[in-house]
């Protein structure tokens, strides 16, 4: 977000060719509303215990974890085809506005978020890169 919002303030225009992940977010700023396009999405291959997949659409969260898919410090080429191949599974859904401590889990099955996830973790997982570590001398 950081790009777009000072980009926006400082009244510099971004090229229409580049694709950016994050949002204008200088509204808020102004003390003016904000609504987000498209959701927030995080991978957190480190997680406390298993990788885990979170994404926030308004008030609402939803997390899951990867099915067969334990717990290493880095996505790398070792473990490239695996996090590709891995399915998400064990979705958590929570309205963050009315339980901001994630405390009692709303039922994953009568709620959109799981299938909204699952189908943005597949249009991210098509452009997944590896970057390249660099080579400490």
């Known amino acids: 977000d950081f790009l777009p919002t000072f980009a926006t303030l400082a009244g510099a225009e971004i090229p229409e060719n580049l694709e950016l992940d994050g949002a204008d977010v200088s509204p808020l700023l102004a003390g003016e509303s904000f609504e987000r396009e498209k959701p927030l999405l995080w991978l957190y291959f480190r997680a406390i215990n298993n990788a885990k ?3 926030r659409v308004g008030d609402r969260k939803v997390l899951a974890g990867f099915a067969d898919l334990g717990k290493f410090p880095n996505v790398d080429r070792s473990n ?3 996090v590709l191949d891995a399915e998400l599974a064990d979705f958590e ?3 963050l ?3 901001p401590t994630e405390s009692a889990p709303l039922d994953p ?3 959109p ?3 909204q996830l699952r189908s943005r973790f597949n249009e991210l997982r098509a452009d997944f ?3 390249p570590v660099p080579n400490p001398r």
């Open 97 to 99: 506005a009315l339980d």
């Open 129 to 131: 890169h590896i970057w």
């Open 80 to 82: 490239e085809a695996e």
């Open 113 to 115: 978020l799981p299938d």
């Open 53 to 55: 997949v979170s994404m």
């Open 93 to 95: 859904v929570y309205d």
């Open 109 to 111: 099955t009568e709620s």
